[in-house]
């Protein structure tokens, strides 16, 4: 094995503590290839305590800093960053990671609107760095099951997409910066990761209608600790009740460049029973995937009435092959379903995430997701929004070039990028 790449994680809040946890799971791999070696925070505080966490779980304390350029300038040999930043901030700090000579894996949305996410990609240009963008939905072994069914005909040719969710209520999502339009709003935050899936199963989306809505304008904090509770420790600075001013609910139909349609429902304050699906037709039968990180076996129904929820599902999908180190973290190159719970699934896709960028920085591969792929999925997001402003259906090609961009404006102005 090559000499393992020196990564340092930049930004020490809750995400960037699901990353450490995922270097965890790399390092008790057999396929390691990364050594956690830096940690960098704004906060200090945030980075003694990642560097503390890492020390316990790693085994080595990475040394701390507050500032990305002296850590650049002290730590010998360091290759790449893991930027796990809020947000708001990833066009500057991927930009300023990447102009620093790193590699860099960054979190997901690329960045808060288009003009920001073409900020990233031409650092990364210009730095002839890769730059990776942490999916990690596509990555599910699920997901990748149900690709290759559709890739390999099992329901005939592509039709159509249903991706629906409903929850959330008046509930403030982890932190309340995922509720305000200037710093990150949950539509966005989040539902970057279904317009991925959207695109990762049917192509590149080319037109979209949508309308977008803020329901609930009050949230109320439950004192949560969020996903996996790797937010726990800063629940007591939550306070009880923010104003919101993100949309909260977003719903679309899609024309993708391929001639297929989709709808899409996307829904943070629904009340009531809480709903979800995803369904894929094809002219030959269905697919209902059970959504992300729960290991759930698809159900395939053919016209006939056969239904296959189980083991035989894998004879449809004959290309069907986890790469060796995704077989290895999931138990078996072509597995229909898996049984581990939230975390260690989310910690085990974050180390596919990581594992790649180190790839990348050995042999000069492209990431799965680089920073087109990623800022496509943004416009598709945005295609919803600024279809509401201008009562109109958009191009994704529109959303991307800038030529429609009348709710984004403010943000940017916001964050000068205008």
């Known amino acids: 094995m ?3 790449v020196k990564l340092a994680i930049v930004g020490c809040g809750g995400m960037g503590r699901r990353h450490l946890a995922g270097l965890g799971e790399l390092a008790r791999s057999e396929h390691n290839n990364v050594d956690l070696v830096a940690v960098c925070d704004l906060n200090r505080r945030n980075a003694e305590d990642l560097a503390d966490e890492a020390q316990g779980l790693l085994g080595v304390r990475p040394r701390v800093f507050e500032d990305a350029a002296q850590m650049v300038r002290e730590v010998e040999g360091l290759q790449a960053a893991d930027c796990t930043t809020d947000t708001g901030s990833h066009h500057r700090a991927a930009t300023m990671l990447l102009d620093l000579g790193l590699h860099t894996l960054c979190e997901k949305p690329l960045a808060l609107t288009i003009r920001g996410c073409d900020r990233i990609i031409a650092a990364a240009e210009r730095s002839g760095k890769t730059l990776s963008i942490a999916e990690n939905y596509r990555r599910d072994p699920i997901n990748r099951l149900v690709r290759a069914l559709l890739d390999d005909g099992a329901i005939g040719d592509r039709q159509f997409i249903m991706e629906t969710a409903v929850r959330g209520k008046d509930d403030l999502f982890i932190t309340p910066w995922r509720h305000q ?6 539509t966005l935050d989040a539902g970057v990761h279904y317009a991925d899936i959207l695109q990762y199963y049917f ?3 080319a037109v979209v209608y949508g309308k977008v809505r803020l329901y609930e304008k009050l949230r109320y904090s439950r004192k949560t600790g969020g996903p996996g509770g790797f ?3 800063w629940a007591e600075y939550i306070p009880d009740t923010i104003e919101a001013t993100g949309e909260d609910a977003m719903f679309a139909t899609i024309t993708f460049a391929n001639g297929t ?4 429902t996307d829904h943070y304050a629904g009340h009531g029973e809480p709903l979800g699906y995803r ?5 030959r039968g269905s697919i209902a995937a059970p959504g992300d990180r729960n290991g759930k076996p698809i159900r395939m129904t053919f016209d006939d009435g056969t239904v296959i929820d189980d083991e035989r599902i894998l004879e449809w999908a004959p290309s069907y092959r986890l790469s060796p180190v995704a077989a290895d973290l999931f138990g078996g190159e072509r597995p229909w379903h898996y049984d581990f719970d939230f975390v260690t699934t989310d910690r085990k896709l974050l180390a596919l995430e990581q594992y ?3 790839e990348c920085v050995h042999t000069g591969a492209q990431p799965e997701v680089d920073g087109a792929v990623a800022k496509r999925a943004v416009a598709l997001v945005y295609a919803l929004f600024e279809s509401d402003r201008a009562g109109r259906a958009v191009t994704i090609e529109e959303v991307e070039t800038g030529a429609v961009d009348a709710y984004q404006r403010e943000i ?3 964050l000068k990028l205008v």
Request: cysteine-free; overall charge negative.
């Open 231 to 233: 937010y726990e420790k």
């Open 181 to 186: 339009k200037l710093s990150g709003t949950l």
């Open 356 to 358: 790649e960028l180190a």
């Open 261 to 264: 349609l989709g709808q899409w």
């Open 2 to 4: 090559a000499e393992r």
């Open 412 to 414: 940017d102005e916001h």
């Open 279 to 283: 369904m894929v037709y094809g002219t």
């Open 203 to 205: 192509g590149d989306p």
